[in-house]
């Protein structure tokens, strides 16, 4: 079991940014890679970003974040984070921290594929 809990949520103006937190319980947190999706009201839950078990640069991005959003973790602190740069209005949703075993290219934007959900963190991007 993994329990993750999101934090770094609040309200920021178009063109400033957030930077989100994933902490992550058990001692197998380097066994999942790591996920973050989004869901803005009156849509569907979206994918946003995912990183490798090891991390560094083996991270995959939605094209609407591509150059914008950074994923990263630390493995010695159980935790995952994504810095949001230059934010848009559209970039408004809750925003969850998700965990997986196996990392498949082809899969990455599936939810269904991913074991572990946190509660979520809203963002508000005003104009």
């Known amino acids: 079991q993994v329990r993750l809990v999101e934090s770094g949520g609040g309200l920021v103006q178009a063109g400033g940014s957030l930077r989100l937190s994933c902490a992550a319980s058990?001692?197998?947190?380097?066994?999942?890679?790591m996920g973050w999706f989004r869901q803005a009201p009156g849509k569907e839950r979206e994918f946003v970003a995912v990183?490798?078990?090891?991390?560094?640069?083996?991270?995959y991005y939605a094209d609407s974040v591509k150059g914008r959003f950074t994923i990263s973790r630390d493995n010695a602190k159980n935790t995952v984070s994504l810095q949001m740069n230059s934010l848009k209005p559209e970039d408004t949703a809750v925003y969850y921290c998700?965990?997986?075993?196996?990392?498949?290219?082809?899969?990455?934007?599936?939810?269904?594929?991913?074991?572990?959900w946190g509660q979520g963190t809203q963002v508000t991007v005003s104009s």
């Open positions: 998700n965990a997986r075993l196996e990392l498949s290219i082809a899969t990455i934007t599936s939810e269904s594929n991913y074991d572990y």
């Open positions: 058990g001692r197998t947190f380097s066994s999942y890679a």
């Open positions: 990183i490798s078990r090891s991390g560094g640069s083996d991270t």
